[in-house]
T-cell receptor
Framework: EAQVTQNPRYLITVTGKKLTVTCSQN?????MSWYRQDPGLGLRQIYY???????DKGDVPEGYKVSRKEKRNFPLILESPSPNQTSLYFC?????????????????FGPGTRLLVL | AQSVTQLDSHVSVSEGTPVLLRCNYS??????LFWYVQHPNKGLQLLLK??????LVKGINGFEAEFKKSETSFHLTKPSAHMSDAAEYFC?????????????FGKGTKLSVKP
């Protein structure tokens, strides 16, 4: 089954304790992205990756890191989490990293990771 | 720069009555527009998308949306609401002008369906 998976689905942590949220897709997609969803704000992009070893900042990258060493995986790293990073996080992927037709491509979303930072 | 405005944060309808969720967008380019749905405690699912072909787009579960360039609107409609339609709906524009392929999300409209 074609899907985007995220782990963990739920996480409670404390300020300053490093954590990683994993994201994996099995569709051979080039483009992957992380979003955070906050009430009343919709989804905002954190980081994206157009292909292996190619990553760039989205709209709200502060406090986050990513890596893309393999095509299928795109982990989100919080080196020193703070309470304002409490949120619902979504990973997404789509087929192409090219500029041309990408605007029309469907992005497939993972199930979400709910993070609480105390 | 692209932006999306969902005009209602909450819409309540009775089962069997029409649904209208309003969305206006701003774009410097020919936009691609999407509607996504998020059921409680679930991920995001694509309902439909507009990509400069037909202006009336049909999606899953009986939903459709019409792209109106003159009004910069992309409203989502359904003739008859079902209880299972209760969810949050996001209007989305694709950031075609940039290199990101970023999706710009509206703030969402929560749809409630009363029996």
């Amino acid at each position: 089954e074609a899907q985007v998976t995220q782990n963990p689905r739920y996480l409670i942590t404390v300020t300053g304790k490093k954590l990683t949220v994993t994201c994996s897709q099995n569709m051979n997609h080039e483009y992957m992205s992380w979003y955070r969803q906050d009430p009343g704000l919709g989804l905002r992009q954190i980081y994206y990756s157009m292909n292996v070893e190619v990553t760039d900042k989205g709209d709200v990258p502060e406090g986050y890191k990513v890596s893309r060493k393999e095509k299928r995986n795109f982990p989100l790293i919080l080196e020193s989490p703070s309470p304002n990073q409490t949120s619902l996080y979504f990973c997404a992927s789509s087929l192409s990293g090219l500029a041309g037709g990408r605007s029309q491509e469907t992005q497939y979303f993972g199930p979400g990771t709910r993070l609480l930072v105390l | 720069a692209q932006s999306v405005t969902q005009l209602d944060s909450h819409v309540s309808v009775s089962e069997g009555t029409p649904v209208l969720l309003r969305c206006n967008y701003s774009s410097s380019y020919s936009p691609s527009l999407f509607w996504y749905v998020q059921h409680p405690n679930k991920g995001l699912q694509l309902l439909l998308k507009y990509t400069s072909a037909a202006t009336l787009v049909k999606g899953i579960n009986g939903f459709e949306a019409e792209f109106k360039k003159s009004e910069t609107s992309f409203h989502l409609t359904k003739p008859s609401a079902h209880m299972s339609d209760a969810a949050e709906y996001f209007c989305v524009v694709s950031d075609y002008g940039g290199s990101q392929g970023n999706l710009i999300f509206g703030k969402g409209t929560k749809l409630s369906v009363k029996p």
